[in-house]
């Protein structure tokens, strides 16, 4: 089993997380902070091939036209030192208290107009630089005072906001596609669009929806108590899943985004092998931290591990496929038999015959569907029995 992270594998690392100094809302930062340039290079040399931003995180928000300029031209330096690429790009619309309300959907129109110029400014960078992924995550976009918005108010501004913004890559010309991140809670009490299946509803609906996808994050969909396993397949049959954070988190908690496969091994392996069989050719993205705990060389063990545990279930996914008592079980259980079409096309002779067809209910539930083994077969696998 080989273990090691090539750059075809497509990993990638937001910054954001491993120059994650450890604070939380109950600490300060427990690791010094660490250079993005650094960070860079040392991802790199790990395996890693592409790294994420926030515009924050690369300057800060009043920097000058020169201060950003120099701290742009050192991070590209470090990733071309790497030979890493900027595989997604983001907004930080939540930090600054100017988003304490929102940022797109925030009440006041002159917050609004801000947000939007502020995402326009970092598009043009992430267009200078090649990224393909632009991410969209809501951090403030919700409510705790019901009365405060009506929900159907903040969809529309919502919706001009993100078609605006598409409307501005396709005059620019850039090959961007956006990939929008849902939710449920945190910062906001109950933030909107929570959900993949919210948000592919909601991408049905602009103007601009051909270049713009889903951004499934582990985390976010277990703190609904969801299946990520699910809400990915979902997004994939639906062409949308255009990027993917990977992290792990214990269900229905605060968003803890720890170490990918630390935590629900069997959702997760099931992930990763609908992603490596179903053609998606994304980044593997992931979207973590090391633990508080931790001192600069845990950030980089962090870093290893998130990457050997996906070659890992990865290396698993295969043997799944290989293992004959799996396909047996697999058979028993008929899973291939899903597969197949019920009825086709709507068809006036077939629905009167199929109408007046006699079943027999008692016998068709006699049937048993083996899962039991299926499953335990699937867990004997994942611990090596």
Request: net charge negative.
């Amino acid at each position: 089993m080989d273990l090691t992270p090539r750059p075809e594998h497509r990993f990638s690392f937001g910054l954001w997380g491993v120059a994650h100094p450890g604070h939380d809302p109950f600490g300060v930062g427990t690791r010094a902070p660490l250079d993005l340039a650094e960070a860079t290079r040392r991802l790199g040399d790990l395996g890693a091939w592409g790294v994420g931003f926030h515009d924050d995180d690369v300057f800060p928000p009043d920097a000058s036209a020169d201060e950003r300029r120099a701290a742009v031209d050192k991070l590209c330096r470090a990733a071309e030192q790497a030979g890493v690429t900027f595989s997604m790009a983001t907004t930080n619309l939540f930090t600054h208290p100017v988003f304490k309300d929102g940022a797109f959907t925030a009440n006041d129109p002159d917050v609004r107009r801000y947000a939007l110029a502020k995402a326009l400014r970092n598009i043009d960078l992430a267009g200078e630089l090649g990224v393909r992924n632009y991410i969209f995550w809501g951090g403030r976009e919700g409510v705790e005072a019901p009365a405060a918005k009506d929900p159907r108010d903040a969809l529309d501004r919502y919706r001009e906001a993100i078609d605006f913004l598409a409307g501005y890559v396709k005059d620019r010309g850039y090959p961007m596609r956006f990939a929008l991140e849902p939710k449920p809670n945190e910062p906001r009490g109950d933030t909107f669009l929570p959900t993949v299946g919210h948000m592919l509803a909601f991408i049905d609906t602009l103007d601009n929806g051909d270049i713009v996808g889903v951004n499934p994050e582990v985390a976010h969909e277990l703190m609904a108590g969801l299946s990520f396993y699910h809400a990915v397949a979902q997004a994939l049959w639906a062409g949308k899943l255009f990027h993917i954070d990977l992290n792990a988190q214990k269900p229905t908690r605060y968003d803890q985004d720890l170490r990918f496969g630390s935590e629900g091994i069997k959702d997760t392996f099931f992930t990763v092998m609908l992603l490596e069989r179903s053609g998606y050719d994304g980044p593997r993205h992931f979207d973590a931290r090391p633990y508080r705990v931790e001192d600069p060389d845990g950030v980089w063990e962090f870093a290893r591990g998130c990457m050997r545990t996906y070659l890992i279930f990865a290396a698993k996914a295969q043997a799944f496929a290989a293992d004959h008592d799996i396909s047996a079980a697999l058979d028993a259980a008929g899973a291939p038999q899903l597969a197949v079409p019920t009825v086709g096309a709507y068809d006036h002779a077939e629905a009167t015959r199929l109408r007046d067809a006699e079943y027999d209910p008692d016998q068709l539930a006699s049937r048993g569907y083996a899962n039991e083994r299926l499953d335990q077969l699937t867990i004997d696998l994942l611990l090596g029995a």
